[in-house]
Structure formats: C-alpha cells, structure tokens
C-alpha cells in the first residue's frame, strides 16, 4: 500500500537536545510538508519542499531545520532553539508542488518534553 | 491580515439531518479551496477541492459550495451518521503559492 510513514508516533525531548522526526513516503510525490498542531488549532506550516534537494521556510521555521537529499524522504529536527516544541507534528505529500494538489498525510509524531 | 475563520464553536447535529460548517476568509484570493476529515490522533484525509471558477462540487453525501465575492466556502454533509463526527479542516491555496493554509478545523458531533 502506497502511503506516508512518520516515525516515531510518541517523542520525548529533554532540554537542549535536538530530535529528529521521520517521514518517509513511497507515493512517488515531488513535493513534501512538515506542519505543527497545537490542541484545538489548525496545521501551521514549518517548512515545504517542492523538488529533491531544495525546501522553503513555512511560516513557523524558527527552531526548525529539514534536508531533502532523497525524493522519498524529508526528515524534520527540531532543535534546541525551538523552546516550545510540545505539538503533534504532521508530514504531507502532493504529486507535485503547484496549487490545487491534495496532501496525502501521514499519522504524525506527538513531541513532549520531559 | 490574511485570516480563514471556521465555525467558531463545536457543531452538534441528529442523525439524517444535514450538517453546515463554514470556512470564511479575508485579504486571500484563493485559487483553490481544499476540505479535510481529520480524526483524533490522525493525519487529514482529503476530502474535496474545489476551484474559483466552480461555484459547487459533490461527492457522495457530501457537498461544498465557493463564493468568491462573498470570500467563503459551505461544507455540507447530507443524511448525516455518527461515523461523519470528526474535525473538518479548510485549506485555502492561492495561485502558485506551492503550500495550503489551514483554517482551525470545525469539530462536528453527530448523534444517534
């Protein structure tokens, strides 16, 4: 089955550490997005990537970082910087990077701090 | 400010009546107009897109209309279930933005 894999599902971060959180998808989309969701509230977009090996700044980058060295995988980290990482992150591919592209999403990854 | 409101509260509905979210915005021109199904602990699941030029879209029992001269879209669910209750999130893409915004979701109940 074609789909989106986030990984790990639960995270914990201790202060000053970063984390990397998984997103693999095997849809053979061009383009991918990382996004944050805070109880009650929509998706908030930290960074895209329309094509291998180049991604933009969402509109909440600030604490994050991200590569896109293979087409099937956008890995997120969210490092030290970001001091309030606690939210369900959610990783999302379209067949390519235009307007009007349906976003398929993955189950995302809940990052707490201990 | 660029701003997407959805119903601000929770809507609760009976059984087989029909259910109506809203999804209002301001200082967009969006080309294109998303609906998604998101259930707790889940991604979204796309459900619909429609664009400027449409002024509605169906899909089974749903429904989703695009008035862009009153800058809002109405989701409308028919002969609603229990298995509908879920939060329905729009996304606004204007013309080659190459991302979505997201409005803050509608959560709809549907009671037996």
């Known amino acids: 089955d074609g789909g989106i894999t986030q990984s790990p599902k639960y995270l914990f971060r201790k202060e000053g550490q970063n984390v990397t959180l998984s997103c693999e998808q095997n849809l053979n989309h061009d383009a991918m997005y990382w996004y944050r969701q805070d109880p009650g509230q929509g998706l908030r977009l930290i960074y895209y990537?329309?094509?291998?090996?180049?991604?933009q700044k969402g509109d909440i980058a600030e604490g994050y970082s991200v590569s896109r060295e293979k087409k099937e995988s956008f890995p997120l980290t969210v490092t030290s910087a970001q001091k309030n990482p606690t939210a369900f992150y959610l990783c999302?591919?379209?067949?390519?990077?235009?307007?009007?592209?349906?976003?398929?999403f993955g189950d995302g990854t809940r990052l707490s701090i201990l | 400010s660029q701003k997407i409101e959805q119903n601000s509260e929770a809507l609760n509905i009976q059984e087989g009546k029909t259910a109506t979210l809203t999804c209002n915005y301001t200082n967009y021109s969006p080309a294109y107009l998303q609906w998604y199904r998101q259930d707790p602990g889940r991604g979204p699941v796309f459900l619909l897109l429609i664009r400027e030029n449409e002024k509605e879209k169906r899909k089974e029992r749903l429904k989703v209309t695009f008035d862009t001269t009153l800058k809002q879209s109405l989701f409308h669910v028919t002969a609603s279930q229990p298995a509908d209750s879920a939060t329905y999130l729009c996304?606004?893409?204007?013309?080659?933005?190459?991302?979505?915004?997201f409005g803050d979701g509608t959560t709809l109940t549907v009671k037996p």
């Open positions: 990537s329309q094509i291998v090996n180049d991604f």
């Open positions: 996304a606004l893409d204007n013309t080659n933005a190459g991302k979505s915004t």
């Open positions: 999302a591919s379209s067949v390519g990077g235009g307007s009007g592209q349906p976003q398929h």
